[in-house]
């Protein structure tokens, strides 16, 4: 259905509570900063904002928790997402709207803000060199769900190159019920992760068990997907691990104009078929290393 956005964005596409908050993630404009980390678990959040000097605002709203603060001088904000791509749908649309969305004409800017969305997760790693506790900065995504399929995505030649690749090593041209897409992170953002990162592309799966490869008692229709991964080169590119929301990031990132880049601690090696010891000990590491790094080079 088409809007008339002259009249402004209608009550039932833009959802704003009675107190000026958007509906799912419940924050207004004035409550988030230009640089947002995000976590999959709300439990997570505390775990970052710990490190913060002091925080300002909170919020919480189903599985979205936010809170925002001051850590060294510079303002952030970490906000829980949930769990896959269905849920970054909702975070980045709801984000860009806080930002770029006059809530009360309720039409969109003339003059648009970028803002640094940078996301600390965990992953599953693919190579055998790709440390357990380690952490993987992810320099393309390739989704293996449909959500960007609902938006109009164009990749550049170097993505679409990438992506013929991967179709084609893997078998997906003959697949037709899965269509894989491709965006790039961050290359602003991802050059200040330099020694002790491990850059290369994530594949993000639309779940855990079966997208995954992993067999409890349903067999899977790829048995040898995960191989596929692992095995998988083009010039410089290999893919280091996988996970449930980089893609849908990098590709809403990149349709609506910010700048976004996902870290993420190797708690598995799919490889190595290990999974690490002490998850929360790699998750705490991945969390400082990484705010030194934003701190010092990116918050705004």
């Known amino acids: 259905m088409k809007q008339d956005f002259r009249q402004g964005i209608s009550p039932a596409e833009l959802i704003i509570t009675p107190k000026g908050t958007i509906y799912h993630i419940d924050l207004a404009p004035e409550d988030i900063a230009g640089t947002i980390i995000t976590v999959g678990d709300p439990g997570r959040v505390p775990e970052v904002s710990k490190f913060f000097d002091r925080v300002t605002h909170t919020a919480a709203h189903r599985e979205f928790v936010s809170h925002t603060g001051i850590v060294g001088g510079k303002r952030l904000t970490v906000l829980s997402t949930g769990i896959g791509p269905d849920n970054i749908d909702i975070v980045f649309n709801e984000l860009d709207a806080l930002v770029n969305i006059d809530f009360k004409t309720r039409r969109v800017k003339d003059i648009k803000t970028s803002l640094n969305i940078i996301r600390l997760g965990t992953c599953g790693g693919l190579q055998h ?163 030194e790094v934003i701190v010092n080079n990116i918050a705004v």
């Open 129 to 291: 060199d790709v440390p357990l506790d380690g952490i993987v900065v992810s320099s393309y995504g390739i989704g293996m769900d449909n959500l960007l399929h609902y938006y109009r995505l164009d990749h550049n030649p170097e993505e679409a190159g990438i992506l013929d690749a991967f179709n084609r090593h893997t078998g997906l041209t003959t697949q037709t019920r899965i269509c894989p897409y491709i965006a790039e992170g961050s290359i602003s953002l991802r050059k200040h992760f330099g020694k002790g990162f491990v850059h290369g592309i994530t594949v993000t799966c639309p779940g855990f068990y079966g997208p995954q490869g992993r067999v409890l008692r349903l067999p899977v229709a790829m048995p040898n997907f995960v191989d596929s991964l692992i095995t998988f080169k083009h010039a410089d590119h290999r893919i280091a691990n996988f996970e449930m929301e980089t893609s849908a990031m990098y590709g809403l990132a990149k349709l609506m104009g910010h700048k976004t880049l996902s870290v993420s601690a190797v708690v598995a090696n799919r490889a190595a078929g290990t999974f690490s010891t002490d998850g929360g000990k790699a998750v705490d590491h991945m969390i400082q290393k990484s705010l």
